[in-house]
């Protein structure tokens, strides 16, 4: 009994492993959202619906392989569906390894710095205006999707504030302590209220930083957007507030949001990029919307002499800039995994990684990346991946390594000084 179980937990597993990574896959490519949804749709059906069949065509009728032991007696056709389970869970090790040994560590940099209550509750019709305005999307989110923010132990409603030193190889020392908001996914939908958009915008003005960089999904609904004002529209910094859009924004009125926030003040970078004198150098800042909006930016050869920052909606553009020698690269899309399971790690992230790049540091080459949890969702339901607002410090390896070779002498200094006798 205790083997046919582990083995019906090993094919439900496996099978479940298929669909989440089929999900995951074409959530990172620019599929028509009807195709998504109904991707979608099918994969919590099966999800559900698989163990059940199994359960009652092999364990309870048939051949009853799980209570009697008698597996050479499956159809054909079950052997298949066993054998791409088996594959399903070969694939599933094989990512519960990679989280341990290689992302979990990426994901846990940095360290937090507050802990803020977001407010619950859904916006009320009044909130979100009429459905007559540009875009004419008023209520997209369903009654059950709402529920999901009453599930027990939800973390959606809990807000990190994060701060985390970044150091790319390359970065001169003139720009040492550079420091940067990002903010990533706000997804303004009538799923939450606007005072949680307020009191996010709130505790994101209490982040001191030079600049303020947003990485895509700004908007579910056009009708939210009139919560900007109160909202990304109460933040700035020295250096200005620059965003990019995101997948979600290309599937309404996306040129409609893009002139939205400029007109509250921040500046577009979808597709191109723009030199920022920062003082004592000269950065050069791009944003990159691809596969959903625009081009990629293109980096002159005077961009290329110069520090690099890149706003990037999906990390899966990390392999493409870090080969192009960007610097930074700031992004979001995987919303931390959304679901974090003991043991297993990160669930769900729309990448054609997987579950590479949900949140956290990465390196390669003299390229960092950071990509945020975000802050909200279409699926409003996070386990494991609060909602992040994160302040980044960038920092000089070269100065890294003075300040560490100062800290050295001064404790060597310290040690060598005989006792004081009073
Ligand atoms: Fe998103």
Known sequence: MFWSLLAFLAVTAG????????????????????????????HDVAIFAFPCLVYWRIGLSGPS???????????????????????????????????????????????????????????KQEDTGSAETAGGRTELVSAATKRLTRF????QF???????????????????????????????????????????????SRVRA????????????????????????????????????????????HAHIRSRMVAIGWNDLGGKTAKLDVGPATVVVGGDEVPWLNAVPRWSADDRALPRLLLAHSPDRFPHHSGEGVDLILAGHTHGGQIILPVVGPVYAPSR????????????GSTVMHVSRGLAGMHPIRFGARPEITRLVIRSPKCLAEHSRDELRTSDREQTQPARRD
Not at 194 to 202: L, N, V
Not at 219 to 235: A, F, K, Q, R, V
């Open 15 to 42: 099978h479940a492993e298929l669909w989440i990574t089929l999900v995951n896959r074409v959530y990172g490519l620019p599929i028509p959202i009807r195709t998504l949804h109904r991707i979608r749709a099918t």
């Open 210 to 253: 030079d600049m303020i960089c947003f990485s895509g999904d700004l908007s579910d609904d056009i009708d939210c957007l009139d919560w900007l004002p109160t909202t990304l529209g109460s933040l700035s910094a020295p250096l200005g507030n620059w965003f990019i859009l995101g997948n979600h924004d290309a599937l309404i009125d």
């Open 152 to 155: 027990p132990l939800n973390q």
């Open 65 to 123: 392989a799980f209570f009697s032991g008698q597996w050479g007696q499956l159809s054909p056709p079950w052997i298949v569906v066993f054998l791409a389970c088996s594959a399903g869970l070969a694939g599933l090790i094989y990512s519960i390894g990679a989280w341990w040994i290689r992302t979990r560590r990426c994901m846990t940099a940095g360290t937090r710095v507050a802990l803020i209550a977001l407010p619950r509750g859904s916006a």
């Open 353 to 364: 990684y997987g579950c590479r790049f949900p949140s956290g540091v990465y390196v390669q």
């Open 158 to 204: 809990e807000l990190e504030t994060t701060e985390k030193q970044l150091a790319p190889a390359n970065w001169p020392a003139e720009l040492d302590g550079l420091s940067i908001l990002h903010l990533s996914d706000w997804h303004l939908c009538s799923t939450f209220s606007r005072q949680f958009y307020e009191t996010a915008a709130a505790a994101a």
